[in-house]
């Protein structure tokens, strides 16, 4: 089975998962992965324990994820977010089952001994840290739910072989399934209309990238848009055709996106 598209939705401030959910719903060519990091950020801080973030010596922002931060995480994703986006499709028409990156094994990966972080201009290891690395998608679980009608709704976190949790980027976890399904494209929603030459003005969007010049258009990306673009690297040398950094704020915006309206790296 060949499935058109993988969709994944993000989680930031900003995002209208709305739209994308509206303008997908009609549809039958997709599987949707999903962020969370807005609703990880509110649960945490309800639950008395602010969120914390690392940033890598090459300028990349993930969560700081200790056994504590482990649990709001899966909370947030793989209990509300997920169990929401479904229902909404559900009431959308569409056939939607949500899975999370341990059901059935769909997203495997190992944890990272340790994460090296900036911290006041020095260069820390963190080993306490759950991010992980996904190294493999149970694609034969998707593509029988795709095969029965059902469309796939995934968020993180990933597990270990031996049944730990881990902290695993959504885009780069979209990247990974986009692969595994041989997928003709690749969405990422985002709360910008695609990658900004400056990030304040949306004027300055870029329309394209050409593949071989991905390194040098990680200048203009700054906090999470790195991860887009290495989430993008990762799922063009895997086969996948293109690429699409797309705003969820506009109506159809899947549509918008397919027809080339955001960042297009191909």
Known sequence: MRTMMVVKIGGADGNDADN???????????????????EVDRLAEALGRPPRFLTSPSGVVSRYTDEETMEVF????????????????????AR?????????????????????AVDGGRVLLVKDDRSGTLEDVNDDLVR?????????????????????????DADRVASKVAVALHADALLL?????????????????IP??????????????????????????????????????????????VERALSGLGTVIR
């Not at 939607?96 to 090296?116: C, E, H, T």
């Not at 270990?160 to 881990?166: Q, R, S």
């Not at 929603?189 to 969007?205: Q, Y």
């Open 96 to 116: 939607a089952i949500g899975l999370s990156g341990a059901d059935g094994g769909l997203l495997l990966g190992r944890r990272k001994a340790a994460v090296r």
């Open 20 to 38: 994308v959910l509206v303008d997908l719903a009609r549809r039958k060519d997709y599987v949707l992965v999903h962020g969370g990091s807005k």
């Open 74 to 93: 899966t909370m947030a994703l793989a209990g509300k977010m997920n169990t929401q986006l479904v229902a909404r499709l559900q009431a959308l028409g």
């Open 189 to 205: 929603f985002t709360n910008v209309p695609g990658l900004l030459r400056e990030p304040a003005d949306p004027a300055s969007l």
């Open 144 to 168: 029988l739910l795709l095969s029965n009608g059902y469309v796939p709704v995934i968020s993180p976190p990933g597990v270990t072989p031996d049944g730990e949790l881990i902290n695993v």
């Open 208 to 253: 394209e990238i050409p593949r071989e010049q991905l390194p040098f258009f990680m200048n203009f990306a700054y906090g999470r848009m790195k991860k887009k673009l290495i989430a993008a690297k990762e799922a063009l040398e895997g086969g996948v055709p293109q690429v699409v950094i797309a705003s969820s704020q506009v109506p159809d915006p």
